[in-house]
């Protein structure tokens, strides 16, 4: 036997010791800066999980009246308004460790570097459910290093600050599914015309395949394509023992409805009311642009259907499309001042302005001829007289006082009959004409008041009426 003279054996001694403790000092740095990376994450707190939401507009009986958004279709939806289905379906075909890792699934992550190495390409993903929540929520899908160590970063963040449930939920509403449709919610909608958590295992496993290439496995683009890759997700979710093959066999005999539509919102009811809404959303509630579009809002309105689609026939039917006039209608509950219909034009599409609470005209006389007919209802007839003179007019208990004025402060001085005052646009036999209606009778007296006598002998012919 050979012996290693000492000299070498010192010598491979050194180097091993030398390699120990630059292994030891790397290892502490490592762990130094690890520490450091989930101290520096945990100072930060929870990132923030906004994204934009479709606001839904609701008339009176619940009805979807409007909806707006930047094109992306989608209403948030909890984890308790999803089908069990699609959720046991997301998490076995995307990330069947998601219960039980930290973020990152080292396992999965060997295997993609292996299999990307076999085929000197990259062949196989490695992203957990957190690392493609962190991308869709902060960043963009370039493959560089800044992107994937930021994606890193923010994946530690969101495993810290948020329970698995608010992660997995977040997921399933802000993945994409194709044709505009963001999240379970709007996806289901639009592939199978009912909400989420209706959807039956068929439907679910098919759901679940398509956010791995919308454009290949969307079942109305590629049925076969997406009919194979709902099987992947279908032996995906045996594996986690969350089916049999007695359901595989019978989810994939299943002859799947696809709708194809976007069906929350058909048709925009009542653009000038919904306007109308909007600007009440801003100046009282004092919410801005964005959040009022994509903030995810539920606005529930006071409008009747019903008496909408009654003002809008009205004023289609009275005003000839190819004429130059415009006209508005406003319904409101004379109980509550609840806005039940509103018109501000002819056609939305040629003219949004509305004239209903943008035009700055008052009604003026326009109101008379339902005063008069209210007359007429009551025993008046177009000879009734009253004096035409001016006026002023006490109500509210004598505590407040009114006095109208005719066009140029021109006045009869005398009595005129109903017809005349219509022709004449006499306000002085208007208001009288209220106050007759309003009560069982009404006066005219001279004041006592010494000041107001003052005040009276400066505007001759002045009379104080009681309504």
Sequence with gaps: MELIPSERFKRTTKYVRAFIILATIGLTILFVLLLSLLIYAKILGPPPLVVPQSTLYYSDNGNVIGETDNGQKRYWAGMESISPQLIKATV??????????????????????????????????????????????????????????????????????YSKKEILEGYLNTIYYGHGAYGAQAASQYYFGKDAKDLTLPEASMLAGIPKGPSNYSPLDNFEKAKSRQKVVLQAMKSKNYV?????????????????????????????????????????????????????????????????????????????????????????????????????????????????????????????????????ENGFTPSTTLKSETTTFSFDDGHSSYTPHNYNHQYAEGEITMAQAIALSDNIFAVKRTCSLGNSHWSIRRVDSESRQRWMRSLPGTRYVRC
């Excluded at 396992?107 to 292996?114: E, P, V, W, Y």
């Excluded at 809002?297 to 259907?305: A, P």
């Design 92 to 161: 076995a075909v995307e990330d069947r460790q998601f219960y039980t890792h930290y973020g990152f699934d080292i396992k999965r992550i060997g295997g993609a570097i292996l299999a990307d190495i076999k085929a000197m390409s990259k062949v196989q993903g490695a992203s957990t459910i957190t690392q493609q929540y962190a991308r869709n929520l902060f960043l963009g899908h370039d493959k560089t290093w800044s992107r994937k160590l930021n994606e890193a970063f923010y994946t530690i963040r969101l495993e810290m600050n």
């Design 244 to 376: 049999s093959g007695k359901d595989i066999a019978e989810a994939l005999r299943t002859s799947l409805t696809l709708k194809g539509e976007h069906g929350t919102v058909t048709k925009k009811t009542a653009p000038y009311f919904q306007d109308a809404v909007k600007q009440a959303l801003k100046s009282q509630l004092h919410l801005d642009d964005r959040t009022i579009e994509l903030g995810g809002l539920k606005v529930y309105t006071t409008l009747d259907e019903t008496q909408q689609d009654a003002a809008e026939e009205v004023l289609s039917n009275t005003i000839p499309k190819s004429s130059g006039i415009q006209a508005s209608i406003v319904a409101m509950d004379p109980d509550t001042g609840e806005v039940r219909a509103l018109v501000g034009g002819k056609d939305y599409s040629e003219s949004p302005f509305n004239r209903a609470t943008q035009a700055v005209r008052q009604p003026g006389s326009t109101m008379k001829p339902l005063l008069y007919y209210s007359a007429l």
